[in-house]
């Protein structure tokens, strides 16, 4: 199923493979990113109150507080939960009790979508760079001069994708990005599923829609709100 968290109704909602979405939280706060956990709850980054929220089955409970404008959250496979502090400009790591491990130095330029790489590596994405922090040694940027990063996708063979406010990219092998498929305004994290469909939050037309590997553009569910950001659960499925 598809999770999809609303900035405009502050609520989270699943949305079933046949696109009907129903409400499974209503106590959120500005939520600006969504992942599923390894254990199947539902994470949401909480940029109004400065939290982070755990969501089992329709139970929604705080899990982190006290960050600084959080934004982007992900796992990697320890379990280990990485966030983006906007108004810090730091990557803050956390075990899978909540406690907190490690902060980066600071970084430039707002840090906003983070993803972990197929390598192990920590991608993150901004209003300048795409960069990657491996788990050990320097970080480096990997595309220059994106646009504004609002999410990022890397696909099983590799192939990095990244949303801005109107366009979904595709990054060539020698790091430069090309326009795949653009929309009025959207403010999602793409996601996709074992076909390699990729599924976005259309914000101005409240719904979520799905672009095949051409390029083509379709509805997939109509939303009774604005998407901010949705996520695939544990099993892989939209």
Known sequence: NLYVANAATNTLAEVDTQGH??????????????????????????????????TTSDVTSAYVSGLQGPYGITFDNTGTMYVTEQNANRIT???????????????????????????????????GYISRIPSTGAASVIV??????????????????????????????????????SFSYMYTTPVADSNGNIYLGDHNNNRIVKVDPSGAVTTFAALPGTPTTMVRDAQGNI
């Open 21 to 54: 979405p129903s409400i499974l939280s209503t106590s959120l706060n500005a939520p600006s990113d969504v992942v599923v956990g390894p254990s199947g709850a539902v994470y949401v980054a909480n940029h109004g109150s400065g939290t982070i929220t755990k």
């Open 93 to 127: 790591s956390y075990s899978s009790s909540g406690t907190k491990l490690t902060s980066t130095p600071s970084l430039a330029n707002v840090p906003q979508s983070v993803i972990v790489a197929n390598d192990g590596s920590v991608l993150v994405g901004n209003s």
């Open 144 to 181: 220059s001069n994106p646009g504004n990063v609002i999410g990022m996708l890397e696909m099983p063979d590799g192939t990095l994708y990244y949303t801005d406010n109107y366009n979904l990219y595709k990054v060539g092998s020698n790091g430069t990005p090309t326009k795949f498929a």
